[in-house]
């Protein structure tokens, strides 16, 4: 059976958050795929080899070098690193990633898609462990595997597994060493009772071991008849990926393989205070989120659309002026988890039949001809908001904004709100533009999408810094209308590349 491999761990980015575990997963996938010896050819890209011109170069060469072969019968690919869920496309985020360049400096899933339709195998698996990158728009959470689905059927492919770490509006975890979700995967093989591991039994590890976590939900599109097998892995194999695996996770692994000093498990109360580490007091939780603030008033604008603003920060106990808010209410109505905070409705009054009898009746008398039941006015309760029910935080939203100095650009305003519990901080943030109109007619405001960004509250307090995707996206927003604006046009793609339109457009 003819089988090759890609794999792909990119952990140091230029403009985003960097993450340390994306190299080990890489490294511990490409260990097993070595241990299974069902691999013939394994592209492998990790470290200084995940810039976008190397990615897509190896990547192109590895396609060019295995398309003319009828006898391929499986791609495995996986990835590790930031992703981004936008209009109807995901990226993976290489790591020169930037949001203005973003076909030149992501590998999009079409593309690979494309790349596999190419190789043409009986099947492709592609196993994703993206992390949030802090650019995620708050909308139907099911979006991602519709699009991921009907990807795979409009390009051809016969036989599918494809395993992604989170749904688009969710952060996909990890300690410095390694991801939760390549973890789980991982541990599907070196914990089954038997040496030949299916594709089904990682899914079906995967599925237990997130079973009853509401911030990361994994989701699979799966065309293929659950026989297929990943690899056979004798009990040898499997205790060497264990011993890798617990060597990167675990203080208390043996310092050397092989040895048979038996291993200190820890004690319940153990677990339960180190687990008790990640949250804060209250007086440092208060802390935490004053780092909006902090943050938003030591943000300094590019040297090149400085002298075009004067930059002002405001924050208040209201929500006054902003739009969408219903949107962030329903996210909280729909996501259990404890935060302090609660779901804001009013009541909305509308004209319907006093019950479904009416309804049914009224599809009856259109099909007769017959003259409509009557309608009366009846009222219902929707969502138009939310609230925070702990007052200690000094405000409930931030506005970093650029105030312009000039008649021919917008004033651009970066709203900042936030949801937290006792462990976690969820942002959500929108782009306003702001343009004057004449007269006494005051302003014309543009509102963005609300985005969303996850952290832990101690993550925050302890490094302000993790804040940079939200000020990243902000100055690449504002720079990318004032380009427009200045009749500056958008960057071509590479000759020979794609030459699809900007989703952002």
Same mark, same amino acid.
């Given at each position: 059976?003819?089988?090759?491999?890609?794999?792909? #761990?990119?952990s140091?980015?230029?403009r985003?958050?960097?993450?340390?575990a994306?190299?080990?997963?890489a490294?511990?996938?490409q260990?097993v795929?070595?241990?299974s010896?069902?691999? %013939?050819?394994?592209l492998?890209?990790?470290?200084? *080899?995940?810039?976008?011109? %190397?990615?897509?170069?190896q990547?192109?060469?590895?396609?060019?070098k295995?398309?003319a072969?009828?006898d391929l019968?499986?791609?495995?690919?996986?990835?590790?690193?930031?992703?981004?869920?936008?209009? *109807?496309?995901f990226?993976?985020l290489?790591?020169?990633?930037?949001?203005?360049?973003?076909?030149?400096t992501?590998?999009? !899933?079409?593309?690979?898609d494309?790349?596999?339709?190419?190789?043409c195998?009986?099947?492709?698996?592609k196993i994703?462990?993206?992390?949030?990158?802090?650019?995620?728009?708050v909308?139907?959470?099911?979006?991602?595997?519709?699009?991921i689905?009907?990807?795979s059927?409009?390009?051809?492919?016969?036989?599918?597994?494809f395993l992604?770490?989170?749904l688009? *509006?969710?952060?996909?975890f990890?300690s $410095?060493?390694v991801?939760?979700?390549?973890r789980?995967?991982?541990?599907a093989?070196?914990?089954?009772?038997?040496?030949?591991?299916?594709?089904?039994?990682?899914?079906?590890?995967?599925?237990d071991h997130f079973? !009853?976590?509401?911030?990361?939900?994994p989701?699979?599109?799966?065309?293929?008849?659950?026989?297929?097998i990943?690899? =056979?892995?004798?009990d040898? %194999?499997?205790?060497a990926?264990?011993?890798?695996l617990?060597? =990167?996770? $675990?203080?208390?692994?043996?310092?050397t393989?092989?040895?048979? $000093?038996?291993?200190k498990?820890?004690?319940?109360s153990?677990?339960?205070?180190?687990?008790?580490?990640?949250?804060?007091?209250?007086?440092?939780?208060? %802390?935490?989120?004053?780092?909006l603030?902090?943050?938003?008033?030591?943000? +300094?604008?590019?040297?090149?659309?400085r002298d075009?603003?004067i930059?002002?920060?405001?924050?208040?106990?209201n929500f006054?002026g902003l739009?969408?808010?219903?949107e962030i209410?329903?996210?909280?109505?729909?996501?259990?988890?404890?935060?302090?905070?609660?779901?804001?409705?009013?009541?909305e009054e509308?004209?319907?039949?006093a019950?479904?009898?009416?309804? =049914?009746?009224?599809?009856?008398?259109?099909? !007769?001809?017959?003259?409509?039941?009557?309608?009366?006015?009846?009222?219902r309760?929707v969502?138009?908001?939310y609230e925070?029910?702990?007052?200690?935080?000094?405000?409930w939203?931030?506005?970093?904004?650029l105030?312009?100095q000039?008649?021919?650009?917008? +004033?651009?305003k970066?709203?900042i709100?936030?949801?937290?519990?006792?462990?976690?901080i969820?942002?959500?943030? $929108?782009?306003d533009?702001?343009?004057?109109a004449?007269?006494d007619? #005051? +302003?014309?405001t543009?509102s963005?999408?609300?985005?969303?960004?996850?952290?832990?509250?101690r993550?925050?307090?302890?490094?302000?810094?993790v804040?940079?995707?939200?000020?990243?996206?902000?100055?690449?927003?504002?720079?990318e209308?004032l380009r427009?604006?200045?009749?500056?046009?958008k960057?071509l793609?590479?000759?020979g590349?794609?030459?699809a339109?900007?989703?952002?457009e």
């Open positions: 059976m003819s089988r090759i491999a890609i794999i792909i #761990g990119v140091n980015y230029a985003q958050q960097s993450l340390p994306c190299k080990n997963d490294d511990l996938v260990f795929l070595h241990s010896k069902a691999y %013939e050819d394994i492998f890209l990790s470290g200084a *080899d995940t810039n976008s011109d %190397e990615v897509k170069h990547l192109t060469q590895f396609v060019e295995h398309k072969r009828t019968e499986e791609v495995f690919f996986f990835y590790s690193g930031h992703g981004q869920f936008l209009d *109807d496309e990226y993976y290489l790591s020169d990633f930037e949001e203005n360049r973003r076909h030149r992501c590998l999009k !899933n079409s593309e690979l494309g790349f596999l339709r190419t190789l195998p009986n099947l492709a698996v994703v462990d993206a992390c949030n990158a802090g650019v995620q728009y909308k139907d959470a099911g979006g991602l595997a519709a699009i689905e009907k990807g059927k409009e390009r051809g492919l016969k036989n599918v597994y992604f770490s989170s688009f *509006d969710q952060s996909s990890a $410095t060493e991801s939760d979700y390549t789980s995967f991982i541990e093989i070196y914990t089954s009772g038997r040496p030949e591991i299916r594709y089904r039994d990682i899914v079906d590890q995967i599925t079973e !009853n976590n509401r911030d990361q939900r989701f699979f599109v799966i065309q293929a008849d659950n026989t297929e990943f690899g =056979l892995f004798p040898k %194999e499997k205790s990926i264990r011993a890798l617990e060597g =990167l996770t $675990t203080t208390t692994s043996q310092a393989a092989g040895t048979s $000093t038996p291993v498990q820890p004690m319940l153990d677990l339960i205070k180190e687990q008790a580490k990640d949250y804060l007091p209250e007086a440092e939780m208060v %802390e935490a989120i004053e780092q603030q902090r943050a938003a008033k030591s943000y +300094t604008p590019p040297s090149e659309i075009l603003f930059v002002t920060v405001e924050a208040a106990k006054q739009k969408g808010l219903h209410g329903k996210w909280l109505h729909e996501n259990k988890k404890e935060y302090f905070a609660r779901v804001v409705t009013r009541v509308y004209e319907g039949y019950n479904d009898f009416g309804r =049914l009746y009224a599809s009856l008398s259109a099909f !007769n001809n017959e003259e409509q039941p009557k309608k009366i006015m009846k009222s309760s969502i138009s908001g925070l029910m702990w007052d200690a935080p000094s405000f939203r931030v506005g970093l904004i105030n312009t000039f008649p021919n650009i917008p +004033t651009f970066l709203n709100l936030y949801l937290f519990s006792r462990l976690d969820r942002l959500f943030y $929108t782009i533009e702001k343009w004057p004449p007269g007619v #005051g +302003t014309q543009v963005g999408a609300w985005k969303a960004l996850q952290l832990r509250l993550e925050l307090k302890d490094n302000p810094s804040l940079d995707p939200v000020f990243m996206d902000f100055t690449n927003s504002v720079t209308k427009q604006i200045a009749g500056i046009p960057e793609p590479a000759e590349g794609d030459t339109a900007d989703p952002a």
